[in-house]
């Protein structure tokens, strides 16, 4: 089964004291769905090492000196509750924000077919691009992961990954599926940034069709036969 769009969450603190963030579940999300979570934070030196049980990073983009944009993933498998929360290494009074989506059909192993990023400072919108990637296999769900230091949102996205599924405090997510292996092209903000200190990122996540194994299927037992005799 390929991958398909089911909800979306975010949350954002802006300037603010403290080191965690935590940020709903999307609503309807089931087990077997692949949950992803863009996950800005200042600066760029930091690191989240407060990361919710079973999500892994699949790449990690810095805006030199400014802020660090990661991004996180799992397959749910049901145990979870509502809210998941991210924390930092360094909890101060910094901007953090967290953008997600949850997606039908559960997911190849390993999770992420290819992945890709870039950052630039004083960049206009139509720059502010997450470079092409080469996928290596059918119905990739290609994600788009975006921050900019100024905390303003992009309101509709140009390039491949033009689904804008949230976008809030300047960070924010798209996606397309990506049918066969190709050369994807480049995604960037429409409308809605200036000129911004960016940081953006693809990551292609494989469906189930792609990379998943296989459902164990209990096999019959052969029957034995004799071969008959004539006298």
């Not at 030199?64 to 498998?77: H, N, S």
């Not at 139509?126 to 769900?141: I, K, L, N, R, Y």
């Not at 480049?186 to 940081?199: I, L, R």
């Not at 069709?209 to 034995?224: D, E, I």
Request: aromatic share 10%.
């Amino acid at each position: 089964m390929a991958l398909a769009y089911r909800a979306s969450s975010f949350v954002s603190a802006g300037n603010a004291n403290g080191g965690n963030l935590t940020i709903n579940k999307p609503t309807g999300a089931a087990a077997g769905d692949l949950c992803v979570y863009v996950v800005y934070w200042e600066p760029d030196t930091n690191t989240i090492t407060t990361i919710p049980t079973g999500f892994t990073s699949q790449i990690k983009q810095v805006n030199t000196g400014a802020f660090m944009l990661e991004v996180f993933a799992k397959i749910l498998d049901g145990t979870e509750g509502t809210t998941f929360t991210f924390g930092d290494s360094a909890p101060g009074n910094q901007w953090r924000s967290i953008v997600g989506a949850c997606y039908s059909g559960g997911a190849g192993s390993p999770l992420t077919d290819v992945s890709g990023g870039s950052q630039a400072d004083g960049v206009i919108a139509t720059g502010q691009t997450a470079p092409s990637v080469t996928t290596t296999v059918a119905d990739d769900m290609l994600t788009w992961g975006y921050g900019n230091y100024s905390g303003t949102n992009p309101t509709t996205m140009s390039g491949t990954a033009n689904n804008l599924r949230g976008a809030l405090g300047g960070t924010a997510l798209s996606d397309v599926v990506i049918a066969s292996p190709s050369s994807t092209g480049t995604t960037y903000p429409n409308a809605g940034v200036g000129t911004e200190d960016y940081a953006a990122v693809h990551v292609a996540f494989k469906s189930s069709v792609a990379g998943a194994s296989p459902p164990y299927r209990r096999r019959k037992p052969q029957r034995m036969f004799m071969q008959k005799r004539r006298f």
